[in-house]
T-cell receptor, first 111, second 113 residues
Framework: DQQVKQNSPSLSVQEGRISILNCDYTNSMFDYFLWYKKYPAEGPTFLISISSIKDKNEDGRFTVFLNKSAKHLSLHIVPSQPGDSAVYFCAASSNDYKLSFGAGTTVTVRA | DADVTQTPRNRITKTGKRIMLECSQTKGHDRMYWYRQDPGLGLQLIYYSFDVKDINKGEISDGYSVSRQAQAKFSLSLESAIPNQTALYFC????????????FGPGTRLLVL
C-alpha cells in the first residue's frame, strides 16, 4: 500500500507560468518530506525538503508547502523554465532514514 | 567524476541467470541503499546498509541479496532472475550528518527475458 501518493501523473505548463505539483501521504509518523527531480537516463537529484515543524520552505524558484492536518504537500515552481521539464518525485521519511516515494509527476514546460 | 556510479548501465539477461549490479561512491557516506523503479510505482526500497557490517531488508527484498564489500561499495545480486525483476535499479547514499537526503546513481536498466 503506497503511503505517498502523487495523483497527477503529468503536468503541462507554459514557460513563465507557475507549476504546482501535489503530494498526499497517509502515514502520520512521517516528519520529513523531500522533492526529487529526475531527468531521463539520470538518477533522481535532491531538489528541496521540509521538516514537519514548518509549513513552508523556499529555495529560489522552488517553494514547498506542507499542510500536516490534510497530510498534503505541494511544490511550486515560479516561473517555470524549459529546464524544469522532468519527473518530480515526492518522498517522505519517519526519522528512520528510509524514504517512501510517490509514483512521480512528469512536468512538461512549453515554450 | 560522478559521486555515485553504477555498473552496468544496461543489462539484458535470461530467466534463471544470476546477475550482479554494482554501486560505488566517492562521497564517503556510510549509508547506502538499493531501489527499483517500476512504471507507475515510484521507487521501492530493496535493501539498505548503514555501515559495512549492517545489512537490512527493505520493502521488496525477496529474490535479491546484497553485499557491502567496503564503505564505498554495495552490490545487488539477483540469484535467479525472473521477468518481473525487469526494472530500473538505483543505488543511493546518504550522509550521516544529513541522513534524510539521499544521493542517487544514474541507474541500471535491467531486462530479464
Amino acid at each position: 500500500d503506497q503511503q505517498v501518493k502523487q495523483n497527477s501523473p503529468s503536468l503541462s505548463v507554459q514557460e513563465g507560468r507557475i507549476s504546482i505539483l501535489n503530494c498526499d501521504y497517509t502515514n502520520s509518523m512521517f516528519d520529513y518530506f523531500l522533492w526529487y527531480k529526475k531527468y531521463p537516463a539520470e538518477g533522481p537529484t535532491f531538489l528541496i525538503s521540509i521538516s514537519s515543524i514548518k509549513d513552508k520552505n523556499e529555495d529560489g524558484r522552488f517553494t514547498v508547502f506542507l499542510n500536516k492536518s490534510a497530510k498534503h504537500l505541494s511544490l511550486h515552481i515560479v516561473p517555470s523554465q524549459p529546464g524544469d521539464s522532468a519527473v518530480y518525485f515526492c518522498a517522505a521519511s519517519s526519522n528512520d532514514y528510509k524514504l517512501s516515494f510517490g509514483a512521480g509527476t512528469t512536468v512538461t514546460v512549453r515554450a | 567524476d560522478a559521486d555515485v556510479t553504477q555498473t552496468p548501465r544496461n543489462r539484458i539477461t535470461k530467466t534463471g541467470k544470476r546477475i550482479m549490479l554494482e554501486c560505488s561512491q566517492t562521497k564517503g557516506h556510510d549509508r547506502m541503499y538499493w531501489y527499483r523503479q517500476d512504471p507507475g510505482l515510484g521507487l521501492q526500497l530493496i535493501y539498505y546498509s548503514f555501515d559495512v557490517k549492517d545489512i537490512n531488508k527493505g520493502e521488496i527484498s525477496d529474490g535479491y541479496s546484497v553485499s557491502r564489500q567496503a564503505q564505498a561499495k554495495f552490490s545487488l545480486s539477483l540469484e535467479s532472475a525472473i521477468p518481473n525483476q525487469t526494472a530500473l535499479y538505483f543505488c543511493a547514499t546518504s550522509d550521516p550528518t544529513d541522513q534524510e537526503t539521499q544521493y542517487f546513481g544514474p541507474g541500471t536498466r535491467l531486462l530479464v527475458l
